[in-house]
């Protein structure tokens, strides 16, 4: 008997084996391809197309690299991200004080990342654990990448910021990853540089002055398998929209219609880039808060070539608009109002708007929550308390994390229900929604597109 | 309030009617009769609470041609453990928050459970438990696996399953190549 049931073990209905395999982490599952090639099918086929949900499966956070020869700290790419000057991971870091974590959105605490301690996934489905590699360890041991920055996801594919310095100038190049299917390809600079150095030549406005550039990924498989990046930058003295496009892999011209981004137009670059607000990608357009010279914000849907296709109103008794995106195939937009002790940074209540006719854009109040009951705070300010991390592309469910105590924390609208999913620890600036993606897609390689 | 009494009698005299069967018996495929907690076995297994709802239980003992009486055993002990172990509020907690909820740990008395457990035995339980539908065993067990299988070499992964190698040396090379960072030791 003892010999027909060592068989059977090896009989294991594929169920049961799809159960075990879906808990290990992506390391050993990789591993197990190898163990036979019954294994290596059913990991590859089965698990991922059907085991796994192509929802929200996550959270990348923390994803920044820098190799270890290299000498300076990544300085952000992107809007604010946390700098620790030019250690060189010996050790010697200094425990920033409490000034540097109220810096906004981007908050250090404890040491620099390392090699090893780049990149955390929160999973949300909890049982199975994620599929993916969540330190990147094949990008790390590209000889030509010396450090990364996670920027942005968009359906599947992650979007890397990874600079170079130079005396004239800090630029960026990109690289985009699938994480399930292990493809990456690489970006170049478009050529804007952040001229750091200069800075304090002609810093009239402090606010004004610094250099800053956000970038976007614009990926729908059901649309195109090829991916758009939008970059918008600004500096003292430019500010301009640029885009790439997989397609003729190349960066576009600057756009002339950029014009209501220049300084004092209508739109204003700096303040829309800087905010942290958030982003969806909507009927294949980038739809972002927009913020203007006067007058309220606007949503502005944002196509791959970097043209505005379409400018919904806002209305300024919606409250403060802090995050857009997209849940149920509808676009929805989170506000908050309410001056508990008059000051106008502090906001009371939340509220969750929805664009049930899109053409209409007549916003449909669906839900509003107090900040006691959401954070157990009777006023917070964006940016400094909180920020919105995501909605739940299927479930009324939306994502907070908390300055205070770095936790991640989710809010049921049906019931009511606040749950504290886990507290991240440091380098959170970016804390990007993860649904996977299993295809190939043509315009990733394993190669880098350029020599 | 005489409608609210009425209706306390009827509970009453339903449960004295049911006290005599609240337990279900269960038969392995080698034959081998066992007694499990109807309450238990409803909740644990979807498919033992679709025969119990839908009066598919034989009372002379339900035929589980499936499952072995070793396989059997385990389950209906891990039944009756959980019944004593866990309030059963936790349990209803931890299933409606949403599917978000990470997947929780096993309790003490669970790990405790499955690690008196030969590989054998466990894996017949990991089959019995998809078998019956039964979400939490099924979670426990397969976590005991997969911690097993943690931090081990495809050689090894294949003792412990007592699988054959079926490929080439050069398709092992090949798909080692492919996968090479899961290869690195950090």
Request: proline fraction near 8%.
């Given at each position: 008997m003892g010999c027909s049931k060592r068989a059977a073990v090896a009989g294991l209905p594929d169920d049961a084996l799809v159960e075990i395999l879906s808990r290990l982490p992506a390391k050993s599952l990789c591993l197990s391809k190898c163990v036979s090639k019954a294994w290596c099918d059913l990991i590859a086929d089965r698990l991922r197309c059907?085991?796994?949900?192509?929802?929200?499966?996550g959270f990348f956070y923390g994803c920044v690299y820098e190799s270890r020869n290299e000498d300076r700290v990544f300085s952000c790419s992107g809007v604010e991200r946390c700098s620790s000057e030019?250690?060189?991971?010996?050790?010697?870091e200094k425990n920033k004080g409490a000034s540097e974590d109220k810096h906004e959105g981007g908050q250090c605490k404890g040491e620099k990342p390392s090699d090893h301690d780049c990149g955390n996934f929160i999973n949300l489905l909890g049982r199975s654990v994620p599929l993916?590699?969540?330190?990147f360890s094949l990008l790390k041991k590209?000889?030509?990448?010396k450090n990364f920055t996670l920027l942005d996801s968009c359906n599947g594919l992650l979007l890397f910021g990874q600079s170079r310095y130079s005396a004239f100038g800090d630029t960026t190049s990109y690289i985009v990853y699938?994480?399930?299917?292990?493809h990456w390809v690489t970006v170049p600079s478009?050529?804007?540089?952040?001229?750091?150095?200069?800075?304090?030549?002609?810093?009239?406005d402090d606010d004004d002055g610094e250099s800053c550039v956000l970038t976007y990924l614009i990926f729908d498989p059901v649309i195109s398998s090829h991916f758009q990046l939008i970059e918008f930058c600004h500096s003292s003295k430019v500010g301009m929209v640029q885009t790439y496009s997989s397609e003729v892999e190349r960066w576009g011209d600057?756009?002339?219609?950029?014009?209501?981004?220049?300084?004092?137009?209508?739109?204003d670059l700096h303040r829309t880039i800087t905010s942290m607000r958030g982003s969806t990608l909507f009927n294949n357009m980038l739809h972002l808060i927009i913020n203007t010279s006067s007058g309220p914000e606007l949503i502005a849907a944002i196509d791959g070539k970097g043209k505005t296709r379409k400018v919904i109103r806002w209305v300024e008794?919606?409250?403060?608009?802090?995050f857009v995106g997209q849940s149920k195939g509808l676009l929805h937009c989170v506000s908050v109002s309410g001056h508990p002790d008059g000051n106008?940074?502090?906001?009371a209540e939340l509220s969750v708007w929805v664009l049930e006719d899109y053409n209409a854009e007549e916003w449909k109040l669906k839900h509003t929550v107090s900040f006691s009951e959401l954070?157990?705070?009777r006023s917070c300010q964006f940016a400094a308390d909180y920020n919105v991390v995501t909605i739940h592309p299927d479930q009324n469910l939306v994502f907070f994390i908390q300055h205070w105590d770095y936790k991640l924390i989710s809010y049921d609208m049906d019931h009511k229900e606040v749950g504290a999913l886990c507290t991240v620890g440091c380098y959170y600036s970016v804390i990007s929604p993860y649904v996977p993606y299993f295809s190939e897609t043509p315009a990733l390689s394993k190669k880098e597109a350029m020599k | 309030m005489e409608v609210d009494k009425g209706k306390g009698e009827a509970e009453e005299t339903r449960k004295v009617a049911e006290a005599d069967r609240d337990t279900v018996t269960l038969k392995s495929s080698d034959g081998k009769l066992f007694e499990v907690s109807k309450e238990a076995a409803a909740r644990l297994s979807t498919v033992l609470a679709g025969m119990i709802a839908g009066g598919s239980?034989?009372?002379n003992g339900t035929d589980?041609?499936?499952?072995g009486s070793e396989a059997l055993e385990n389950v209906v002990d891990y039944c009756n453990k959980h019944a004593n172990s866990i309030p059963s509020a936790a349990l209803i907690s931890s299933s409606i928050?949403?599917?978000?909820?990470?997947?929780?740990?096993?309790?003490e008395w669970e790990r405790k459970f499955v690690d008196r457990l030969s590989h054998d035995a466990l894996f017949d339980l990991v089959e019995a438990a998809n078998f019956l539908g039964m979400e939490r065993l099924l979670d426990v067990t397969c976590h005991k696996i997969s911690e097993m299988m943690k931090g081990k070499s495809p050689d090894q992964i294949r003792e412990v399953f007592n699988i054959?190698?079926?490929?080439?040396k050069e398709e092992l090379e090949e798909i080692r190549q492919e996968l090479a960072w899961a290869f690195y030791d950090d």
């Open positions: 059907r085991k796994l949900p192509l929802t929200l499966q030019g250690n060189n991971g010996d050790g010697s993916v590699d969540p330190l590209q000889p030509r990448i699938n994480p399930a299917t292990e478009s050529g804007f540089s952040s001229n750091s150095m200069e800075l304090d030549d002609d810093s009239e600057r756009l002339r219609e950029w014009r209501r981004w220049k300084k004092g137009s209508e739109w008794s919606h409250g403060v608009p802090v106008s940074g502090h906001m954070f157990g705070k | 239980i034989d009372d589980l041609k499936q499952i928050s949403f599917n978000t909820a990470p997947f929780k740990e096993p309790e054959k190698n079926d490929y080439t």
